[in-house]
């Protein structure tokens, strides 16, 4: 075979081999993320005096809710090394059931406000070793709030407990974290009772 037709078949096999990768969709790969280590669920008694008590996560600090419209029982349960918290709320309603019904569509409308985002928001309800009935949400998609809860005792108490991380890290790679603070969260409502000390 000449030596012009061996570099003509040359190049056009080069030609088609460039064409033929041309015609493939470029699909980068997807970022990797860190590893994360969780450590072990170790839990002590609130400390501060509120109307109720619980048992948290030693790995959590609790700070005073600093927003502006934070009322004197309000708290943070913070995780330093997630960058995360559960945000808690609590009401006395004083026996009155119009305040209560409110309480509770409150609780709920702010749950939902997530749909536009949240491709799924699943209720359950836990029965707690003291007797209470608390109302448990678990919120899946790029929301801002993966978990939230409240508990009631449908006649003067009213606590309510939402998570949330301040990060903007996709929430496929917090999985194993927000696993990790919702088994924390039930924990905490396993072991809440009131404390009729304080008002």
Known sequence: MKKSKLHFLAALFCGLTFLAGCAEEYTPKPKGYNRIDLPEHEYQKLQ???PYIFEHSKHAKILKDSSRI???HWIDIYYPKFNANIQITYKSFNQDPKKFNDLVEDARRLTSRHQIKAYAIE??????PTGITASIFELEGEVPSQ???YLTDSTNHF???ALYFRTATANDSLAPVIEY???DAVHLLNT???NEQVK
């Open 48 to 50: 501060a005096q509120h």
């Open 192 to 194: 809440l009772h009131w």
């Open 181 to 183: 603070i919702k088994r």
């Open 147 to 149: 978990f939230q809860f």
């Open 123 to 128: 209720e359950s309800q836990i029965k707690t």
């Open 159 to 161: 606590f309510r407990g």
């Open 70 to 72: 934070a009322e004197p």
